[in-house]
């Protein structure tokens, strides 16, 4: 496969995960603004551009943080790299540009995507809803991802397009926690955590999973232990690094071993790591550190499969 064509494949379903991420990130921050008794609310309001690394971006085109201001930014703002509409806009140029690798349903949902944002681009986030968008959105990528698991041969197409939405999966889950988890840090009300712990488990669709599998109340422990080390959370470390193992060697040809090693290497210490390991670290430190190496495996990846001449 070509390598222009492997990078259109990866980078669609990127940002497709992205797209996703943000809203789910997003439903949370708007949730937690209509509750403002219970939570820190200029806490929560920066937790999204401290994750994104876009708070400089901000606040030299808006200034103070607003819930209002915020939420467009991220989700409809033209001139905005990391919103919903550039991403899903980026995603629709990958999938133009490998029209011809993907079935007609992936490009049908990703155009029809497309289509259905301009016109809400053009309705405009209150009139549309901002629970209603960011469902619509999640929808979307559900779709996306039905459309590419039911329809799509297994070859290296589908396997570059798993590998995009792994590592982008991976990066999010780090980052969002490592937030939080810096936000709890500073806030000591037992009340304002449990809401802020809750609000994270929404965000990645863990809650009722929590609920399933630890009997005590939600606390900090036991959510950093579900989203790093438990495999059965398909948003978790270890579930994403098992992914990127998995779909790395199936790719054809000889080229990728050092990506090979640095995955198989990451996904060593997330499976044989436990829970006081990481306290012993520190959570920060160790996302931190993860959030190095996922960032260096992705770079090992464009570096051996994307950027071949």
């Not at 950093?224 to 098992?242: N, T, V």
Request: proline share 2%; charged share 25%; hydrophobic share 40%.
């Amino acid at each position: 496969m070509l390598s222009r064509t492997a990078s259109d494949l990866y980078w669609l379903s990127r940002y497709f995960e992205r797209a996703e991420n943000t809203a789910r990130m997003l439903d949370v921050v708007w949730n937690l603004s209509l509750i403002r008794f219970a939570v820190d609310l200029e806490s929560e309001l920066m937790a999204p551009l401290a994750i994104t690394g876009s708070g400089e971006r901000y606040k030299s085109r808006y200034g103070n943080v607003t819930i209002g201001n915020l939420l467009y930014f991220f989700t409809l703002d033209e001139d905005n790299p990391s919103s919903i509409y550039q991403c899903l806009r980026q995603a629709r140029s990958c999938a133009h540009a490998v029209r011809g690798k993907i079935t007609a349903e992936m490009w049908e949902s990703v155009n029809s995507t497309w289509i259905e944002l301009k016109d809400i681009h053009q309705t405009g986030l209150q009139d549309y809803g901002e629970t209603a968008f960011f469902e619509w959105v999640k929808n979307r990528s559900h779709l996306f991802r039905g459309a590419t698991y039911g329809t799509l041969m297994r070859s290296d197409t589908f396997n570059f397009l798993r590998l995009g939405t792994f590592v982008e999966r991976a990066d999010n889950t780090a980052r969002i926690l490592d937030v939080k988890h810096q936000d709890g840090d500073v806030e000591s009300n037992t009340t304002v955590d449990y809401y802020r712990w809750h609000a994270l488990l929404r965000s990645v669709g863990a809650y009722e999973a929590y609920r399933e599998m630890y009997s005590e109340p939600i606390n900090a422990e036991r959510v950093a232990e579900l989203l790093i080390l438990r495999p059965e959370i398909p948003r978790s470390l270890l579930s994403c690094l098992q992914m990127l193992c998995q779909f790395l060697p199936s790719i054809e040809g000889d080229a990728g071993l050092q990506s090979k090693r640095l995955a198989a290497v990451q996904l060593a210490r997330l499976q044989y790591g436990d829970i006081e390991h990481v306290t012993d670290i520190g959570l920060h430190d160790y996302l931190t550190d993860f959030l190095r190496r996922i960032n260096e495996l992705a770079d090992t990846i464009q570096s051996e499969y994307l950027e071949l001449v």
